[in-house]
């Protein structure tokens, strides 16, 4: 009995949680799947400010260059421009984007290993990745004299912060914004190709209906 109360009592409290979880207010970011030079910037501002704590463990740097559109009037991938602008000097073009610093070294510098940003703009939404990244505040508290208004006690220093000064404050919504829009390609690559393919379905599923019906009234004429 006790056992049911305290998990009733668990349940109650999670909700409370979750609640207390919606009430913050993530700003929404303007993004475009289109704009291929905001994914290019992006792709840069990751390449320099992230990739050296965070991989992405499914994203392989010709892909991924590629789709970005990276590559000359043929379509094909201009590996020099991918190789001086994007590559980590040790990686190949064919390889998936790692960061050098072993697991376990990075637990023992910030206490928890810098998780893979593959799918989090999925698993957080665009929303919040665009108000973590700007909700750092100076905290002597902390270790690295910054907390974060998003997520509390942070284990991850404000990399943005040289960024953030030497910018006006709208270039720097605009920079962080590019961020997130290429790691909302990364989290969903195909994205555009799905939407474009869903409506072809759609129109195809329309044609069909009509067929189904015209099929379904030349049956029955013979039944009556
Ligand atoms: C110096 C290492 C370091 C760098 C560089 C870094 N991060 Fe982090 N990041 C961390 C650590 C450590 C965590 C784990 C924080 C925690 O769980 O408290 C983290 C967590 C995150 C999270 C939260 C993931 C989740 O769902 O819990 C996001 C998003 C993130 N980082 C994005 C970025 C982006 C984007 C950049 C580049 C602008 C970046 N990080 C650069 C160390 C780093």
Redesign the pocket.
């Known amino acids: 009995m006790s056992r049911k109360i305290g998990l009733l009592v668990s349940l109650w409290l999670w909700s409370i949680i979750g609640i207390a979880n919606e009430d913050i207010q993530l700003d929404k970011v303007n993004i475009d799947r289109t704009d291929v030079v905001s994914l290019q910037r992006g792709a840069h ?2 390449m320099n ?6 991989s992405l463990k499914y994203v392989r740097y010709n892909t991924m260059a590629k789709d970005i559109g990276i590559r000359d009037s043929q379509g094909n991938l201009l590996e020099s421009l991918v190789k001086n602008t994007l590559l980590l000097t040790s990686d190949k073009i064919t390889d998936t984007i790692q960061t050098a ?1 072993t697991p376990e070294l ?1 637990a023992n ?7 893979d ?1 593959s799918l ?1 703009a999925r ?2 939404s665009n929303d ?2 665009y108000s ?2 700007r909700g750092f505040y100076p905290d002597n508290k902390r270790p690295w004299g910054v907390n974060n208004h998003i ?1 509390p ?5 404000n ?2 912060e040289h960024l953030q000064t030497s910018l006006s404050a709208d270039k720097y919504n605009l920079a962080v914004a590019d ?1 997130v829009n290429f ?1 909302d390609y990364v989290a969903e690559p195909h994205k555009l190709e799905r939407e474009r393919l869903g409506v072809w379905v759609l129109i195809f599923l329309g044609i069909f209906l009509i067929f189904t019906m015209l099929l379904k009234r030349e049956y029955w004429k013979d039944v009556h």
């Not at 006690?153 to 220093?157: G, L, Q, S, Y």
Request: proline share 9%.
């Open positions: 501002l990751y400010f992230c990739s050296g704590c965070h610093m990075a510098w910030f206490g928890k290993a810098p998780p940003l989090v698993s957080r919040w990745l973590y990244l997520f006690d942070v284990a991850m220093p990399v943005l961020l790691l």
